[in-house]
């Protein structure tokens, strides 16, 4: 009889043991890639550092992108449209390039992005280039999120002298055929009226010329300015310095 009461009282415990086991959590966790403006730089800290300027976009299970490639060597055409395909699984984007001077890419990405203490959104992985005139070894690499010029920035200019102007933008949601994104905008300089730009942004540079017609050729803009850090830097009405989102 005491034999029967040990079994039934040690089933309950059995029973709690098994439900443990069973409710384990699983050991990796899948992060979807953030689709958007991107500047990843290959061979980080080298003096041949080099960046993929362009855009992602997430659909269901796969991603694309074109990217422009610049590098020290000039390999390859700053302007060449540079295809990418994606996948992912666990935290790992993986992304393979389509050919150009003669090799292909692949960047792989440890999801997910997060930010450091320059409230960048950033993300490491490892990079190489295999054959053609642009080979590059196994390095690693760091993709930036860039976020969107939209919205009034205060310019503060202290190149040549010391000034303040206004800068409104707008820019497009999703990137044209060649990975950068159309954007417009209109910029005030101390004591002048507005004038009224066109332009686009690429990774993180954004460059607006005057709205003419026919639009303003390319290598003539009235501003530039980079993303990559806060404050972002400038250069505008004849002058240069740094810019803030008001």
């Given at each position: ?11 309950p ?11 384990t ?8 890639p ?12 080298t003096a ?8 992602l976009?997430?659909?269901g ?9 610049s590098?020290?060597?000039a390999?390859v ?5 540079i295809?990418?395909?994606?996948s992912?699984?666990s ?14 890419a ?11 203490n ?26 930036q ?5 939209q ?7 202290t ?7 206004s800068?409104q933008?707008t820019q ?5 055929a060649?990975g950068e994104?159309?954007a ?13 730009l ?5 990774g993180?540079?954004l460059?607006?010329a005057?709205?003419?017609?026919p639009?303003?050729l390319p290598?003539?803009?009235?501003v530039t300015?980079?993303n990559?850090?806060i404050?972002a ?14």
């Amino acid at each position: 009889m005491l034999s029967r009461l040990r079994f039934l009282l040690l089933l309950p415990v059995a029973t709690l043991i098994a439900c443990g086991g069973a409710s384990t959590p699983p050991t990796g966790t899948s992060y979807t890639p953030v689709g958007g403006d991107y500047l990843i730089t290959v061979g980080v800290g080298t003096a041949g550092a080099s960046t993929f300027a362009g855009n992602l976009t997430v659909s269901g299970s796969s991603v694309s992108g074109v990217f422009r490639y610049s590098n020290v060597a000039a390999c390859v055409s700053a302007a060449q449209d540079i295809a990418f395909t994606g996948s992912f699984q666990s935290n790992i984007l993986t992304l393979t390039s389509a050919t150009f001077a003669n090799g292909v890419a692949t960047l792989s990405i440890k999801l997910p992005l997060s930010n450091n203490n320059l409230n960048q959104q950033i993300a490491s992985g490892t990079s190489v280039i295999t054959g053609g005139t642009c080979a590059l070894a196994s390095s690693t690499l760091q993709a930036q999120l860039i976020p969107s010029y939209q919205g009034t920035w205060v310019v503060s200019l202290t190149s040549p002298s010391a000034a303040t102007a206004s800068l409104q933008v707008t820019q497009s949601t999703t990137a044209n055929a060649d990975g950068e994104f159309l954007a417009t905008g209109s910029i005030t300089c101390a004591g002048g009226s507005p004038t009224q730009l066109t332009g686009l942004v690429g990774g993180a540079t954004l460059q607006l010329a005057i709205l003419t017609t026919p639009p303003a050729l390319p290598g003539s803009p009235v501003v530039t300015a980079n993303n990559t850090a806060i404050p972002a830097t400038v250069a505008a009405c004849g002058g240069s310095g740094t810019m803030v989102l008001q």
